[in-house]
T-cell receptor
Framework: DTAVSQTPKYLVTQMGNDKSIKCEQNLGHDTMYWYKQDSKKFLKIMFSYNNKELIINETVPNRFSPKSPDKAHLNLHINSLELGDSAVYFC?????????FGPGTRLLVL | KNEVEQSPQNLTAQEGEFITINCSYSVGISALHWLQQHPGGGIVSLFMLSSGKKKHGRLIATINIQEKHSSLHITASHPRDSAVYICAVRWPGNQFYFGTGTSLTVIP
């Protein structure tokens, strides 16, 4: 009965590959986010979706493309992975003012 | 310059000590959040504040809107409080900006 789940938990891949991270929330929330946490533990918002529509798209390379097939899912697809993409990616959903975070996906690009 | 500044960056305390972590922000906000990131990496939302003060167990969070400042206090600290505490502000709209975090270690 996990509230916000992400798959995979760990992802190790070569530079230049394309990969996807999936996020699902079973809380019925309208708003979902993707965040990136760098090696210094600094969290930064990447995207925000509200009811399947893109609300925020921060300065993120267009190699990153979010996709929301329905309100409960917000997936992150990354093309042509680069070394600097190595980070922990967190998905979150929000109801009113409380955010619920997924467990994170640790991406390592070699 | 980051829109959200936290201090201290690192904090070591003896078990039982009273702890204060500070957060300052530079623009008007609709809400401020305190988050806790456990050593295993999981993130939990502790408080959401738009004014005044909130208390949950040994944790107390306060905010001063005029001074653009919030504090998170932990009373009777315990080793299980060891974590990174992150301040996040929500701007009107859906934007969230995060502080750099305060890494707290409570020694038995």
């Amino acid at each position: 009965d996990t509230a916000v789940s992400q798959t995979p938990k760990y992802l190790v891949t070569q530079m230049g590959n394309d990969k996807s991270i999936k996020c699902e929330q079973n809380l019925g929330h309208d708003t979902m986010y993707w965040y990136k946490q760098d090696s210094k533990k600094f969290l930064k918002i990447m995207f925000s979706y509200n009811n399947k529509e893109l609300i925020i798209n921060e300065t993120v390379p267009n190699r990153f493309s979010p996709k929301s097939p329905d309100k409960a899912h917000l997936n992150l697809h990354i093309n042509s992975l680069e070394l600097g993409d190595s980070a922990v990616y967190f998905c979150a959903s929000r109801q009113e003012e409380t955010q619920y975070f997924g467990p994170g996906t640790r991406l390592l690009v070699l | 310059k980051n829109e959200v500044e936290q201090s201290p960056q690192n904090l070591t305390a003896q078990e039982g000590e009273f702890i204060t972590i500070n957060c300052s922000y530079s623009v008007g906000i609709s809400a401020l959040h305190w988050l806790q990131q456990h050593p295993g990496g999981g993130i939990v939302s502790l408080f959401m504040l738009s004014s005044g003060k909130k208390k949950h167990g040994r944790l107390i969070a306060t905010i001063n809107i005029q001074e653009k400042h919030s504090s998170l206090h932990i009373t009777a600290s315990h080793p299980r409080d060891s974590a990174v505490y992150i301040c996040a502000v929500r701007w009107p709209g859906n934007q969230f900006y995060f502080g750099t975090g305060t890494s707290l270690t409570v020694i038995p």
